[in-house]
């Protein structure tokens, strides 16, 4: 059977790679005919007809931001803030709490986080939203549990939100796994 070489392209006519079919075989979204050299920065847009152009390209690049371990403080005087087995950190409901971390690399601004509930250690059933505040590659998210539950902060949650807002960024960090609880010793 003989086979040859087909240049694919996406839904917005841009080159993304080359495929070997067999000769009968015709695919859509391809041409017979191979894009230009590109430059460090340019995408070939098949124009149709057999001819591509070339562009710039404009699509933002993406940087992995590792924060260091999150730190997770009390911020009241009677701190009920403790760390049990397996590094899970266990507080009272309607405990106020910050979570602080360094992130080099992300420009000063506000992020919306979302710390989730969750069922059977990884199920989430609802989430909690808190602001992180970054400064000066400071990172503070302070918020508090009005419901008890085990609740966990990923970094694969946030980052499904930070690509859905086309940030330029995404974060690696571990989870911080927190079970917020029912203080009956309250007076």
Same mark, same amino acid.
């Given at each position: 059977?003989?086979?040859?070489?087909?240049?694919?392209?996406?839904?917005?006519?841009?080159?993304?790679?080359?495929?070997?079919?067999?000769?009968?075989?015709?695919?859509?979204?391809?041409?017979?005919?191979?894009?230009?050299?590109?430059?460090?920065?340019?995408?070939?847009?098949?124009?149709?007809? $057999?001819?591509?152009?070339?562009?710039? *390209?404009?699509?933002?690049? +993406?940087? =992995?931001?590792?924060?260091?371990? /999150?730190?997770? !403080?009390?911020?009241?005087?009677?701190?009920?803030?403790?760390?049990?087995?397996? $590094?899970?950190?266990?507080?009272?409901? *309607?405990?106020?709490?910050? +979570?602080? =971390?360094?992130?080099?690399?992300? /420009?000063?601004? !506000?992020?919306?986080?979302?710390?989730?509930?969750?069922?059977?250690?990884?199920?989430?059933?609802?989430?909690?939203?808190?602001?992180?505040?970054?400064?000066?590659?400071?990172?503070?998210?302070?918020?508090?549990?009005?419901?008890?539950?085990?609740?966990?902060?990923?970094?694969?949650?946030?980052?499904?939100?930070?690509?859905?807002?086309?940030?330029?960024?995404?974060?690696?960090?571990?989870?911080?796994?927190?079970?917020?609880?029912?203080?009956?010793?309250?007076?």
């Amino acid at each position: 059977m003989n086979q040859k070489q087909v240049f694919l392209y996406d839904e917005n006519r841009q080159f993304v790679g080359s495929k070997f079919i067999a000769e009968s075989e015709k695919l859509i979204q391809s041409t017979d005919v191979p894009p230009p050299e590109l430059g460090e920065n340019e995408v070939a847009v098949y124009a149709g007809n $057999g001819r591509w152009i070339k562009r710039e *390209n404009t699509t933002q690049k +993406i940087v =992995t931001v590792k924060l260091t371990k /999150p730190e997770v !403080q009390s911020l009241t005087i009677d701190d009920t803030i403790r760390v049990g087995l397996g $590094g899970i950190v266990w507080l009272p409901i *309607n405990q106020p709490f910050s +979570i602080k =971390t360094t992130a080099v690399g992300i /420009p000063d601004s !506000q992020l919306m986080v979302m710390i989730e509930r969750v069922v059977d250690g990884s199920k989430a059933v609802d989430d909690v939203r808190v602001l992180a505040e970054i400064k000066d590659g400071k990172v503070t998210i302070d918020g508090v549990f009005k419901v008890s539950g085990n609740y966990l902060l990923r970094a694969s949650r946030l980052n499904e939100g930070l690509e859905r807002i086309k940030a330029p960024f995404r974060l690696m960090f571990d989870t911080v796994e927190f079970d917020a609880y029912e203080d009956l010793n309250v007076s």
